[in-house]
């Protein structure tokens, strides 16, 4: 399998914001799954790091129940801000034998979009094994 097909080239702002929530939240945290299910991965990241609740208001299931599970999340990424590496250090690890792979890019498994609001926001990889051929075998 070529390399080409695989992430290797820049990080544009979705993949550097999904890079980030795979530092700030546990994986399959459902609060940040139901946000990223209405919101962009940057939209959310920047309503953690303004420490505002993203994906509130008429139509988006908003009530004072969802608001206050939110409010928890919220509090539990923004305590992991302070170690939140800079894009230029997600990028360098990029640089430096990793890879990051999104729902969309051509080697994502698409049976992980079976787990809706728990699929994984991003994946890191190592190695040139192109992930979905290896996960159909």
Known sequence: MSDARLSRGPLDEEKLARAALTHLAEP????LGALLAI???AEVL??????MLPGTGPGCGDTP??????Q???SRWRTRLP???EDEEIAGACRGGLRLTCPGDAEWPGALDQLAQARPY???LRGNTDLRFACSR
Request: hydrophobic share 55%; proline share 11%; glycine share 0%.
């Open 83 to 85: 170690s939140l590496p």
């Open 65 to 70: 129940a969802s608001r206050a599970a939110l």
């Open 122 to 124: 991003a994946l890191w």
């Open 46 to 51: 920047a309503a953690i790091k303004a420490d």
């Open 72 to 74: 928890r999340a919220l």
């Open 28 to 31: 399959a945290d459902p609060a």
């Open 39 to 41: 919101c962009s991965p």
